[in-house]
């Protein structure tokens, strides 16, 4: 992975932030080459500190670290997108994410996700209670049939 930092007067780079999980974009920060070394290294996300002029850590004084996942360069190898695994709040604000945005999408999209778990749980350990399981044992047919009447 080759970043281009002499492509900016400052040297640094932007870094997008994404959960490795959920996908929702956590923050950016901005990286030199030794704060991308130090991630690459540690496995722990680090940053340039422009107004402190200092490389910090994530989660160094909350303990609210980000552990790397994955890491893409875009087309032109001059911004970085991390997947992380979080340890809690990415925000200083304690909000899970430095894009609050709309609460209703925020609300939405975990409902899902929320779901998309519990289905996935319930096919993978069936529970006799369940009438998800219910449905599964019965097959494609009946849940398509089922997911039409909750539609109309």
Known sequence: MKL??????DGLVPAIVQDAVTDQILMLGFMNEAAFAKTRESGLVAFYSRSRQRLWTKGETS???LRVA?????CDNDTLLIKATLAGPVCHTGAQTCFEGDTLNKLNRNILFDLEKI????????????????LFSKGINKIAQ???EEAV
Request: no cysteine.
């Open 119 to 134: 289905i996935e749980q319930r096919h993978t350990n069936p529970d006799q209670n369940s009438y998800t399981s219910k």
């Open 4 to 9: 281009q930092f002499d492509k900016y007067a």
């Open 146 to 148: 089922k997911v039409g």
């Open 63 to 65: 303990g609210n670290f």
């Open 70 to 74: 994955e890491m893409f360069t875009d």
